[in-house]
């Protein structure tokens, strides 16, 4: 299967109201530019420094870019202004350094607030009984827009995924009840190559698919 191919059959999946973010860690510019011959638009990269030289690079410049790994806060400068979503807001000190940094910039952070729904150690993302000190963090900084809401869930089979989706679903909702400054739930992103059928089932409108894209990663040290 050739990239192109997993891009067709990719796009019959999954609903047009879904963002399909091309996840190309690890991967050249040729494998992005063949995946935006085919179609594809928001490619997610998980380094800033990998990120930026692909921005750099990149002879298409009509792509959205997403940052969907941990964000280190001495980093925040590379990135300001170029990135269109971060999708990984995981901690009130990361929000205040992206505040301070894109207000001296006169720029608007758009972000999703990252949330480790597995508690799992090895994992980023803000714990559920951090979330209402984070909103509020959030409402006081009018540099920085939440626009939804992002989880990597635990490995496991199709019933365990599915309850983590309904969960972050549930807490989607719950706030987009609720009426907050800065603060809009239009992005639910969750699903990944091998779960992203059953996100969207349970709710997601944005998936990161890397490998059902580009085929296997090959990480060589
Ligand atoms: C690598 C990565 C993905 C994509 O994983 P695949 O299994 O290749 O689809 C999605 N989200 C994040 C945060 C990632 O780091």
């Not at 109201?17 to 063949?34: C, N, R, W």
């Not at 928001?42 to 410049?61: P, T």
């Not at 969750?190 to 349970?202: N, P, T």
């Amino acid at each position: 299967m050739t990239i192109a191919d997993n891009v067709i059959e990719l796009k019959n999946e999954i609903p047009e109201k879904v963002t399909l973010i091309a996840v190309s860690k690890t991967k050249p510019l040729e494998d992005m530019e063949e995946a935006y011959e085919a179609g594809l638009r928001n490619f997610g990269e998980n380094k800033v420094q990998e990120l930026i030289y692909k921005m750099d690079n990149f002879q298409y410049k009509d792509v959205k870019w997403h940052l969907i790994g941990h964000l280190q806060r001495n980093k925040i400068k590379y990135i300001i202004g170029r990135v269109d979503l971060i999708h990984s807001l995981d901690s009130i000190r990361l929000l205040e350094e992206l505040q301070r940094q894109y207000e001296k910039e006169g720029k608007i952070a758009e972000v999703l607030i990252q949330i480790n729904i597995g508690q799992e150690e090895s994992k980023t993302g803000i714990f559920m009984e951090e979330l209402e000190e984070m909103l509020k963090n959030c409402e006081n900084s009018s540099n920085v827009k939440v626009r939804g809401l992002m989880s990597i869930i635990p490995v496991g089979d199709e019933i365990s995924c599915r309850n983590y989706f309904k969960e972050m679903k549930k807490i989607f909702d719950n706030i987009a009840q609720r009426s907050y400054k800065n603060i809009k739930m239009e992005y639910l992103s969750l699903g990944m190559s091998s779960d992203y059928k059953v996100a969207i089932e349970e709710g997601s409108n944005m998936v990161r698919i890397g490998q059902g894209v580009f085929g296997k990663r090959i990480y060589n040290k």
